[in-house]
């Protein structure tokens, strides 16, 4: 009794403090915390919530002090633990979790509680070694089945982490395992079941896999809808046995014969079985068949037979399905592209083509479904067929607008217009018979607009399409010209369409790529944020403009973005943990792997890694205004690590190229090149970036005597100086530059609807990475001198020659495009952007030189008092460095003035061209919400350039020898 009362004490008097913690009080769960202490003073609970209160104030130092004396007394008491567990997630210390854990599982190696918990620290660390040996202590102490298949997944995880020795050694002793179970008769769950079949299915015993199904194990998975039919599939496929899948997806089809996936697996097994010659007489493999269960189809005969079969049925329905009709078009164009005859009596391909559209013109999928197919028909015809559909939907020439009669006619009439484009038909018009097909579609919008159906604001609307394919027009123009004034146009249809249709997310896309190409990146940012991109679609969908925000000089908008991408992967990142967590505790093995796999997916994401070295730049870029700052922002970062040693062969692409609308085939031959371009050209530029980061940094370290970490960019065996380690990571950057200028020399030309380019080619055809190593080798070589007493007279020249006069190339050629060129805004913002982080790393390099100088001159000076030559002169580096600085400061002031000179040229030259149409602007003025965008666009750009160089100005200022 006297214990119990004890405990009910503790409990009492920790009541207030999680009271106050749970409602963010945080100071009065200090006070009350200091209350409980004064009383008892040992309270290891109490300690560890007033170790909580002063973390969420910001007082982490104190915190952890007090935290570390906790953790050294090796406590056991559950609700201590679960404090110290709080704490240790908040400040991301899984490791001296999972230690207090085990330092209490020793104290009482009986507590499942505390043995559970500590199973879940290894889990959030990753360590399934540790999980494993963990699960088996508990399992030995409380025989409980969970337990055990915890020890089995834990297995196979490190096999799913070590590929080496996953079929060797894992997996070889999770089935083992895993089959001692099932004799014993101790398996009885469907959790467990689907654990042995990724056993299984991980060491292609497919043909036990499918006995599992079939048995009596089989029978447990009842959760997952058609998940034994599934199953079946997967195994029968991976072993090649093509006549029992042959019969099932006919069979499958024969239940629904709108099933696209069962007749892509039918015509797979089909073909299997023609290039092999098999029959059921010659068949070495015996597979049954259940009563009335049909024989394979093993001929193209029996295969046509069967698609005109599944036809003539659905033909009696009132409703007709596309699935039979599309896997006749299939079939032709398998065996045309196999060069095989029997393909002409399926029939002809444009009555088919026709035949289709007559039956599902009304529907807006009818384009995609026939896009696939009109490239079986020549160029005559495709004129034909386009002809042909054309009269039924009265579309005429393309210069005439007939006159709608309903939605309908507006689908068959929006169906043969993408045809036609999809066709290549309009590449052959010239500009200006595009600019009135423009005007024209811009005419066929305004009236459907007037007859469309009653629909809710958040419904896409079908006369949409008219508007985007005159703006892809419109682009088609701008690649042949690169006249800017069609791009003005594009922006103001869209803009007219937007209002008329603001949930139209193709429109958004579109709005966003052209804006992008006038450099107004605030316009482009507003429509981003129209889009409501939610969870995931931040890592697919940020692509859209994390290549434009620095590059257009919006440097603050690119802090906010950064920091809401990198709080979406962190947290998602954490929660996966939670999640593994949870699947553990329910049983749910499969949802372990899933979440493990979908974990590494994020931490590997392609936009992960940009926007965690982009913010560190901008930190670096922003915020130094002395060299004291720049050190403080180096110490933040706290190691130079993660990306900078990523494994980038399994960094992966996350990003969705296939978002927007493209009606053009030949985009849809080559989007997979471009994609593996576009990839190849972002890790590329993130590599650089990574390595300029890491290069800053260790410069910075170096001349403040701290060690840098090695991650293994050295080896770990031997001891290495920081100027070995600065020294190394300039060779890599160094290299990486080298390849770059040879691999992206040329760069493949992206479409409107693909991906933008990014900085890379700019970066390196200005010679600004060529500047970022030579300013880097120059410091290098004073390191050298200082610590070996060299006097290198001509260091200063070479460091002048290799960045400043570089730089002042560079501005006066911007200077020269601003006052030639009025189409060459966007460029010249671009330049000038690069020259402002140029001299914002520049600056950090300079603090670095002025560091490693000044105390080396105040030596000198020293030395020569004592020995009495007060006229010997001092080496001319000092006075060459002191010469750079002031010329980087007259650069700085040159450029802010540049920036603030590119808006009333902007403003003057841009806009007295542009013209709209009366009836874009009877009811609205389209052209001045256009204007104010650009011209807030630009006008942030140059204020966000003039702070970073205002700030590099006063850092440069502040560097006297």
């Not at 009362?5 to 913690?21: A, F, K």
């Not at 290549?547 to 991408?565: I, L, V």
Request: hydrophobic share 35%.
């Amino acid at each position: 009794m006297a214990t119990r009362s004890h405990v009910d004490v503790n409990e009492r008097r920790l009541r207030p403090i999680y009271d106050c913690l749970d409602n963010g009080s945080n100071k009065e769960a200090l006070r009350e915390a200091d209350k409980v202490l004064k009383k008892q003073k040992d309270f290891q609970c109490a300690k560890v919530l007033k170790c909580l209160a002063l973390m969420r104030l910001g007082r982490s130092d104190d915190s952890q002090e007090f935290l570390k004396a906790v953790h050294d007394q090796q406590p056991c008491d559950e609700a201590t633990l679960q404090a110290m567990a709080i704490c240790y997630r908040e400040c991301d210390r899984l490791d001296l979790l999972a230690d207090a854990y085990c330092n209490a599982s020793k104290k009482r190696p009986d507590s499942e509680e505390i043995m559970t918990a500590l199973f879940m620290a290894y889990v959030r660390l990753g360590d399934y070694k540790r999980q494993q040996l963990t699960a088996m202590s508990l399992f030995k102490s409380k025989p409980k089945t969970p337990y055990y298949f915890w020890a089995i997944m834990s297995i196979v995880m490190q096999a799913h982490c070590d590929p080496k020795l996953s079929k060797t050694m894992y997996l070889p002793l999770a089935e083992r395992m895993v089959v001692k179970h099932i004799k014993d008769g101790k398996v009885d769950s469907e959790a467990e079941v689907a654990l042995y079949l990724i056993i299984l299915e991980e060491l292609g015993k497919y043909d036990e896999a499918l006995c599992v199904l079939g048995g009596e194990l089989g029978g447990k998975l009842v959760t997952e809808l058609d998940m034994h039919i599934a199953k079946k599939l997967e195994y029968l496929t991976k072993m090649a046995r093509w006549p029992e899948l042959n019969v099932i997806y006919r069979k499958q089809l024969k239940k629904d014969n709108d099933s696209w996936f069962c007749y892509e697996g039918y015509f797979k097994s089909l073909f299997h079985l023609v290039d092999t010659g098999w029959t059921p007489a010659n068949s070495e493999l015996e597979y049954s068949l259940d009563e009335g269960e049909c024989q394979a189809d093993y001929t193209i005969e029996a295969a046509i037979e069967f698609i005109n079969q599944a036809i003539a049925d659905n033909q009696s329905s009132e409703r007709p399905k596309r699935g039979p009709y599309l896997a006749r078009l299939e079939l032709y164009k398998q065996l045309k592209q196999k060069e095989n005859t029997l393909y002409q009596s399926i029939g002809e391909v444009g009555i088919m083509l026709e035949s289709y559209f007559d039956m599902f013109c009304r529907k807006q999928c009818c384009f995609r479904d026939l896009s696939q197919y009109v490239c079986l028909l020549d160029d005559t015809a495709k004129k034909q067929f386009l002809q042909c559909i054309g009269e039924k939907a009265k579309y005429g020439e393309w210069s005439t607008l007939p006159e709608f009669e309903n939605m309908h006619h507006v689908q068959q009439h929006m169906t043969v217009l993408q045809l036609t484009r999809y066709c290549g038909l309009h590449t052959d018009l010239s500009h200006a018979d595009k600019h009135l097909l423009v005007q024209h579609l811009y005419d066929a919008f305004e009236q459907a607009y007037k007859i469309r159906i009653a629909h809710v604001a958040t419904d896409m609307q079908l006369i949409d399409n008219y508007a985007i394919i005159a703006v892809h027009l419109l682009m088609d123009i701008y690649c042949d010209t690169g006249d800017m004034t069609v791009v003005w146009r594009g922006i103001e249809i869209l803009e007219n369409v937007f209002r008329k249709a603001p949930t139209d997310f193709q429109v958004k896309l579109l709005l966003i790529k052209l804006y992008s190409e006038l450099g107004a990146f605030g316009a482009c940012a507003d429509m981003y944020d129209r889009l409501e991109v939610k969870h995931l679609q931040q890592d697919t969908l940020g692509f859209m403009v994390c290549n434009d925000m620095t590059r257009y000089g919006h440097f603050g908008a690119s802090c906010t973005f950064y920091d809401t991408t990198l709080r979406f992967f962190n947290h998602n990142i954490k929660e996966m943990l939670e999640y593994i967590i949870s699947a553990y505790k329910y049983g749910s093995f499969t949802k372990v792997y899933e979440f493990v796999k979908f974990k590494e997916h994020l931490e590997n994401s392609l936009n992960y890694g940009l926007a965690m070295v982009s913010r560190l730049l901008l930190d670096l870029t922003m915020d130094c205004d002395s060299h004291e700052k720049a050190e403080e922002d180096i110490s933040a970062m706290h190691s130079i690590r993660g990306l900078y040693d990523a494994d980038w062969e399994k960094m992966n692409d996350n990003r969705d190229l296939d978002i927007m609308v493209s009606y053009s085939d030949e985009y849809q031959k080559s989007s997979h090149k471009i994609a593996e371009a576009s990839f190849k050209e972002e890790k590329a530029w993130l590599k650089v970036q990574s390595l300029s980061v890491r290069c800053l940094a260790s410069a910075v370290m170096m001349s403040s005597d701290v060690p840098i970490p090695l991650n293994g960019c050295l080896g770990e065996d031997k001891d290495f100086t920081n100027e070995d380690v600065f020294e190394s990571v300039t060779d890599n950057l160094e290299s990486h530059l080298q390849i770059c200028q040879t691999e992206f020399r040329q760069l493949m030309q992206f479409p409107i609807n693909g991906p933008r380019h990014t900085k890379l080619k700019a970066f390196l055809d200005k010679k600004h990475g060529q500047v970022l190593i030579n300013a880097l080798r120059a410091t290098l070589h004073i390191k050298k001198c200082q610590n070996n007493g060299i006097e290198s007279e001509k260091l200063g020249e070479k460091f002048s020659h290799g960045t400043v006069d570089i730089l002042k190339e560079r501005v006066a050629k911007a200077r020269e495009g601003l006052a030639e060129n009025k189409d060459c805004y966007p460029e010249v913002l671009a330049d000038i952007v690069l020259v402002t982080e140029t001299i914002s790393y520049l600056a950090i390099i300079c603090g670095v030189c002025h560091k490693m100088l000044k105390p080396w001159k105040s030596n000198l000076q020293r030395k020569k008092k004592k020995k009495g030559h007060q006229e010997t002169k001092l080496p001319s580096v000092f006075s060459s460095f002191s010469e750079i600085f002031k010329s980087l400061v007259q650069i700085a002031k040159e450029v802010s003035q540049l920036a603030q000179d590119i808006i009333p040229k902007f403003l003057h030259e841009e806009f007295q061209d542009i013209h709209i149409e009366d009836h874009l602007t009877e009811k609205e003025n389209i052209i001045h919400e256009i204007h104010t965008k650009a011209t807030d666009s630009y006008k942030q750009s140059a204020n966000d350039i003039c702070e970073i160089l205002k700030r590099k100005i006063k850092y440069l200022q502040s560097l006297r020898l």
